[in-house]
C-alpha cells in the first residue's frame, strides 16, 4: 500500500470517526435530558411521601366537601390551607407535563390515582373559586394533567 493510499484511508477513518463521535455526542445530551426530566420529576415526588404532604393529601381525599357553596360555608381554616398545599403540589406536576418536562407515562406510573382522586374532590370547589374569583387560570395545569391522564388511562 503507498504512502497515498494510506493517507487517503486514514482521512476517510477520520471523517467516519467524527460523524461517529457526533452521533454518540448527540445521543449522550439526549440521554442525559431524559435524566434530568426523571429527576425532576423524583425531586419533586420525594415532597408527596413527606409527614407534612400526606396529612394535607388524606384531608383532601377524604372531606365531604362536594361543592364549592358547602366548602365555602364550612371549611375550616386548615381545610383551605390543605387544598392551598395538594393543589399547588398538582399544580407544579402539571407545569412540569405542559412545559415537556415531564413525561406523561412517568406521571401515570407515579400520580395517576392520587391526580384522579384528588380532582374529582377539588374540582367543584376550583369551578366555583374560579367562577367567583373570575380567574379561569387557576390550577390549570393541573386539570390539563387530569385531562391527560383521564384520556391515556381510556385508551382515547
Known amino acids: 500500500m503507498s504512502f497515498e493510499s494510506t493517507q487517503q484511508a486514514l482521512t ?17 445530551l439526549r440521554g442525559q435530558n431524559t435524566l434530568r426530566q426523571v429527576n425532576l420529576v423524583m425531586q419533586l415526588f420525594s415532597s408527596f411521601g413527606e409527614e407534612s404532604f400526606l ?30 398545599v395538594v393543589s399547588v403540589f398538582f399544580e407544579n406536576m402539571g407545569l412540569l407535563y405542559r412545559r415537556g418536562l415531564a413525561p406523561l407515562d412517568l406521571l401515570d406510573d407515579l400520580l395517576s390515582a392520587p391526580i384522579i382522586t384528588t380532582w374529582a374532590k377539588v374540582e367543584p370547589i376550583w369551578a366555583g373559586m374560579r367562577a367567583e374569583f373570575n380567574q379561569p387560570q387557576w390550577v390549570e395545569w393541573f386539570e390539563l394533567l387530569h385531562n391527560a391522564l383521564r384520556k391515556r388511562i381510556s385508551g382515547a
Open 12 to 28: 476517510a477513518a477520520a471523517s467516519v470517526a467524527v460523524a461517529v463521535g457526533v452521533a454518540v455526542a448527540l445521543l449522550e
Open 55 to 84: 396529612r394535607h393529601y388524606q384531608r383532601v381525599t377524604s372531606w365531604p366537601y362536594e361543592s364549592y357553596e358547602a366548602f365555602r360555608n364550612t371549611a375550616t381554616e386548615e381545610d383551605r390551607v390543605s387544598l392551598m
